[in-house]
């Protein structure tokens, strides 16, 4: 072979590796079968052809390239919603309870502030409260589900 065809089977290979990278890094791409959660809070899968439906649940985080993960987004946002069934408003004129994972021995504790309000935490109005929430849903839901940690 000389350095031309060398050169050519080069670039071939190099532009087959990029084509393999796109559609790596760039999921989805038309055709490819991805996992959503339907209006009923099912997961269901269906086809990327890059319709307005397929873009609008992208848009929302509503697209996952497998069942499992789907499975997994929809049973956290099920426990996001039972906490919040407890769960009230930040309130700066008063203590704001939450739920926190130790990460030395991955036990939930609570814990409160009254000055910072922290994008994404669910709060309570009391100790008491919080406990009932994590009795009632589950410690292990909470940990697997909301911290990401199993022990």
């Given at each position: 072979?000389?350095?031309?065809?060398?050169?050519?089977?080069?670039?071939e290979?190099?532009?087959?590796?990029?084509?393999q990278a796109?559609?790596?890094?760039?999921?989805?791409q038309?055709d490819?079968?991805?996992w959503?959660?339907?209006?009923y809070g099912?997961?269901s899968?269906e086809?990327?052809e890059?319709?307005?439906?397929d873009?609008?649940?992208f848009?929302?985080?509503?697209?996952?390239?497998?069942?499992?993960?789907?499975e997994?987004?929809?049973?956290?946002?099920?426990?996001?919603t039972?906490?919040?069934?407890?769960?009230?408003p930040?309130?700066?004129d008063?203590n704001?309870?939450?739920?926190?994972?130790?990460?030395?021995d991955?036990?939930?504790?609570?814990?409160?502030?009254?000055?910072?309000?922290?994008?994404?935490?669910?709060?309570f109005?009391?100790t008491?409260?919080?406990?009932?929430a994590?009795?009632?849903i589950?410690?292990?839901?909470?940990?697997?589900?909301?911290?990401g940690?199993?022990?």
């Open positions: 072979m000389n350095l031309q065809e060398e050169l050519k089977a080069l670039k290979r190099i532009a087959e590796l990029e084509e796109k559609k790596e890094d760039g999921f989805p038309k490819d079968t991805y959503y959660i339907n209006s099912v997961v899968d086809t990327w890059n319709h307005l439906t873009t609008d649940m848009k929302i985080g509503n697209v996952f390239k497998t069942e499992e993960q789907a997994f987004a929809a049973e956290k946002l099920r426990v996001e039972e906490l919040r069934k407890f769960s009230r930040f309130d700066e008063d704001n309870y939450f739920i926190e994972l130790s990460m030395f991955k036990t939930l504790t609570i814990d409160d502030d009254e000055c910072w309000q922290i994008q994404g935490t669910i709060y109005e009391s008491k409260i919080a406990n009932e994590i009795d009632t589950g410690a292990e839901r909470i940990k697997k589900y909301i911290f940690v199993e022990d």
